[in-house]
């Protein structure tokens, strides 16, 4: 299975500001996830990325506030827009072929 | 009605006891079934991946799925205090794509 890294793992930021959450795989993968998990929540999906086409969103996610990068088979990134205290969450990424192995994730405190 | 029912708990047992997690759900079309299990400020980690009725077994661990009740269990033999964290059943439907669909998630605590 994909060896999955997140960086970074922790972060606290302010209110309005944006933060970025990278995903590397350890081998090329079609396609990569990524996840929200709120405090005491399980894990909600936010979109589907692909490499050289958009990000599919999941209902209740849209691009402006969440935008993914994919610019190679092993590598994307994910940005958490004007942030609100209501998004802290750990944020996790996870890619096929099996899509059922995560990473520690990125725990996002806002202030 | 959520897709994927789980009962949030927490489930406190002594050690040794054998414990018994759950999961119904309501989409007929799925076809996989997980258990991950994630400690405090860790990702999930897979603990077992089932695809048809029946139980599969891996060392304490024996998962449990009943296709025809929608329901799936993951069952823990000798359970120790280092199995106290949260469990979390999931659900794919490979024809709708790979994402997976989450219960909420059990917490279980293991007293010494």
């Known amino acids: 299975s994909a060896v999955i890294s997140q960086k970074p793992s922790r972060d606290i930021c302010q209110r309005g500001t944006s933060l970025t959450i990278q995903c590397q795989v350890d081998s090329q993968v079609t396609m990569m996830f990524w996840y929200r998990q709120q405090p005491g929540q399980s894990l909600t999906l936010i979109a589907t990325a692909n490499q050289g086409s958009e990000a599919t969103y999941e209902s209740g996610f849209v691009i402006d506030k969440f935008p993914i990068s994919r610019p190679n088979l092993t590598f994307s990134t994910l940005t958490v827009s004007n942030l609100s205290p209501e998004d802290s969450s750990i944020y996790l990424c996870?890619?096929?072929?099996?899509?059922?192995?995560f990473g520690n994730g990125t725990r996002l405190t806002v202030t | 009605q959520k897709e994927v029912e789980q009962d949030p708990g927490p489930l406190s047992v002594p050690e040794g006891a054998i414990v018994s997690l759950n999961c119904t759900y309501s989409n007929s079309a799925f076809q996989y079934f997980m258990w991950y299990r994630q400690y405090s400020r860790k990702g999930p980690e897979l603990l077992m991946y089932?695809?048809?009725?029946g139980n599969k077994e891996d060392g304490r661990f024996t998962a449990q799925v009943d296709k025809s009740s929608k329901y799936i269990s993951l069952f823990i033999r000798d359970s120790q205090p280092s199995d106290s964290a949260t469990y979390l059943c999931?659900?794919?439907?490979?024809?709708?794509?790979?994402?997976?669909?989450f219960g909420g998630g059990t917490r279980l605590m293991v007293k010494p």
């Open positions: 089932t695809y048809s009725s």
């Open positions: 996870s890619a096929l072929p099996e899509a059922l192995h």
């Open positions: 999931a659900m794919r439907n490979n024809n709708a794509g790979n994402m997976l669909t």
